[in-house]
């Protein structure tokens, strides 16, 4: 009884699973950082197609997420739809306005990059997203949902199918690089030990660090750091993936790999990828979209090409990084003169 | 004028912040404890428990040995050396026990509790736990909580046993009293609910006090090396202080009206 | 491993305190663990209780019967009444018995000294309730010395 109808769902499974993804696989061939997440999913099958004894709950979670994926992929195609969109947002800090009013749409299966200046606030728009802030005004939506207005039960929903690398990597410095990428799964899901363990050293391949798996996070270079939190983020396949200044304080090559990463996990794992950062050259490189944030609005927004060609004072001087313009060099103070000369007695 | 001000200033920032330490406490508690979590909980039993346990030996050790051989200098005099097991055996169960220990506690586990969630903010490991759907208020303040609660009053049943034993070591191996009287004066004098349970209930008390403040300091903490070294200080201070003053209303409480 | 450590170290304290919760039980406070069981209570009005308190011994010939359970004062005549909580299974006094404060030794505490009296026909035993007729009070030092001079001065 058990035998027979384990083994049906496999069968439905494999041809559900053939179609689809024979193009994504194919897609992903010529790209050889990534084979290991195209793996995940061939070896998902693999093991819901071995373990007929007992993984049945397992096949049926499987199934679940790859049927969400194709739901997602076929939805896909037909529009482009926004998973983010940020309607006239207004946030302050106590008196200090950081955002006044700004708008900002995140395409589906896209990289959208929001630049600006540091202390421009571009970590706080992540976790406005991430609904870790509340807005004074405005709304956002994740997946036509808002999450200012939703409860907390549902914001907890919400979050999991989002996921965001912090600056500093955010590992759990008690727990060893397999835990932390294992972490949650653990917490989200029922799926056996050796399957979670099948999942972690793939997502660790797909990031270059399976080898790494049982150092602890203070063994690790900022640069493994970050690879070893990004594999943790696309643990549980998330919907939405939010970089937050994936680029700063790295070497060349720490860069470079972490670039290709970005670029060829969106692809490959159909993600949608926000990445918020001051590195231009970059980001130029790999965002589909850009916004630049500056002086608590939007000055400019487009792709790469159409943001090179802009015309704002604003832009090009962020973009050529001049020391003085629009933005000015000095903090806002009395003229020096003036200081100097005026008030003293 | 501006006396006043900076007194109801500071008076609202206390009162906000016993309100925000009062919801934390809240959320950690509000959850249904999971099987899934026993495991948290043991093993921050080892972190606060078992890692504070030499400490607790050793000075309840000493501590015994001191009052006994105090107390027998000044009992000796009026030749009632045999009441020198009740002596140590009463103020260690109702008194030094448990105050010792949540002091000691204070230091070695509440310090370390502060730093640790203080550093957890400070390098975005809440927020991180946050985004994963995971509340860092039943992930992390609450099996340190729990731990807290169930380690001090074992600490504290520990610290005393350790000191009558030391007592015992000084009062009759060392001094000469006689065993004899040593335990059955004590016997007669100590009461299993008066003091011993007593002892337990002050010292539940104080856990609840002393782990409170610890966790609340470490997560409301300023996440910068300056604010959390601020926050493990004021971890240990405010505390202590609160221990003793609580030890106050609670002895005037437990034994104060006959 | 490391997890088996944990948990061997955290079973050792668990079976460290319940090893000092014993010996707190069974050595420290073992009498009163014994006198947790039932028991009855008696009364006795006395003139002058001394420094008789709360949870003091009540003693047959040395050997610890019960406890002091409180001390209050009668609000008709202003004398104390104690109010003695007795074991059961020291039950059966004659109501003849008679109770006296007595003192341990020169510096001791002040406990309650209990004689059983003698039974008679027609002496029914001590109830749950009852009072005790026969007291003697505590003997207070100052009234010891101005009887002594009392006495001498008589003498001569």
Redesign the interface.
Known sequence: MNHSSSSNITCNFLTLASDSKKRTMLKNLNLPLISGSVTVRRHEFCIAFGQFKSNLHNAFCILRVFMQRCLVEGRQQNTMEHLVEIDNLTFSRGDRVIYDGITLNVPKGKITAVMGPSGIGKTTLL?LI?G?LIPDEGDILFDKESIVSMSRKAL??A??K???L???G????DMTVFDNVA??LK??TNLADDVIATIVALKLQAVGLRGAADLMPSELSGGMARRA?LARAIALDPDLIMYDEPFAGQDPISMGVLVKLIRELNDALNLTSIVVTHDVKEVLTIADYIYILADKRVIGEGTAQQIRDSDSELVQQFLNGKADGPVPFHYPAPELEKSFLGERK | MRFLQSLGASTISKLTAIGRATLMLFGALVAVPRVKNI?LV??Q??VV??QS?LIIMVSGLFIGMVMALQGYTILVD???EGSLGPMV?LSL?RELGPVVTALLFAGRAGSALTAEIGLMKA???L??L??????PLR?IVAPRFWAGML?MP?LA??F???G??GGHLVGVDWLGVDSGSY?SI???T???????INGVIKSVVFALVVTWIAIFKGYDSIPTSEGISKATTETVVYSSLAVLGLDFVLTALMFGI? | MN?YK??V??G???A??I???L???L???????AT?GDSYTLYAKFDNIGGL???S?VKVGGV?VGRVSSITLDKDDFTPIVELSILKQYNGFPETSSVSILTSGL?GEQYVGFQPGFSFDGVADLQDGDYLQDTKSALVLEDLIGQFLFNRGSDE
């Open positions: 976790r991430g870790q907890y929903k979050r999991r989002m996921s965001m912090f600056q500093s955010a590992l759990f410095t972490f949650p917490e989200h939190a | 495991p043991i093993q039993l080892y428990g078992v346990l009026y030749g009632a055996a169960l390098t975005e490991q927020s991180s946050e985004m994963m759907a995971v509340d992930r380690a074992m049943v520990i005393s046993a350790i009558i034993l335990w004590m016997q007669s100590v009461d299993w609910n008066q003091d011993v006959e | 997890k944990t948990e170290m955290v050792f304290f668990v460290l305190t090893s000092a919760l010996l707190l039980a050595k420290v406070a073992e009498q009163s663990v947790e308190k709360a949870r011994a610890t510096l």
